[in-house]
């Protein structure tokens, strides 16, 4: 189940648009939940985050996808030059989906432990992907108690 998983975050990693090559991506909303919560072993805390974040890059994407049926429904496209300005329309509403991919997922990182992230950081090398620059977060149940 690990392996299959492990398998599916690397396929979102490598099979994203021109833009997103160069970018280590997560995959929030695109990669089931429970693939990502295993692959990086999240407490519920992080569990519950994800689920709200997924929660709200399907609400941005919705909105964004009505942008495009609004574009596409309402330019004319009779002339060379008028299915250009449509094509330029389209092409800003997909960054706009880009972007809010990018930052959800950041939002994600910024949750991840230090082990969680060095594992995000290697993923992203061998996916041959940039990764994401966080301070990884350092939760109170992952320090030991001090011995006394």
């Known amino acids: 189940m690990r392996f299959l998983a492990f398998k599916t975050f690397l396929l979102v990693l490598i099979s994203f648009s021109v ?3 160069a970018d280590c991506l997560l995959g929030v909303g ?3 939940n429970d693939s990502l919560a295993d692959i990086f072993q999240m407490n519920d805390v992080q569990k519950q985050e994800l689920l709200n ?3 709200e890059l399907k609400y941005r994407n919705e ?3 009505v942008q495009l049926e609004n574009v596409y429904n309402r330019h004319p496209q009779n002339t060379v030059e008028e299915l250009n300005q449509l094509a330029l ?3 800003n509403v997909m960054d706009s989906m880009q972007s809010v991919q990018s930052m959800i997922d950041k ?3 910024a949750l991840l432990n230090p082990k969680q992230y060095q594992l995000y950081l290697d993923l992203c090398h061998e996916a041959s992907r940039s ?3 966080i301070t990884p ?3 109170s149940d992952s320090i030991p108690p001090k011995q006394k």
């Open 30 to 32: 695109i990669t089931e």
């Open 89 to 91: 329309k389209y092409l």
């Open 107 to 109: 939002k994600l990182l």
């Open 53 to 55: 974040l997924s929660a």
């Open 137 to 139: 977060k350092v939760y």
């Open 19 to 21: 833009r997103s090559q």
């Open 131 to 133: 990764p994401f620059v």
């Open 63 to 65: 909105i964004l996808n």
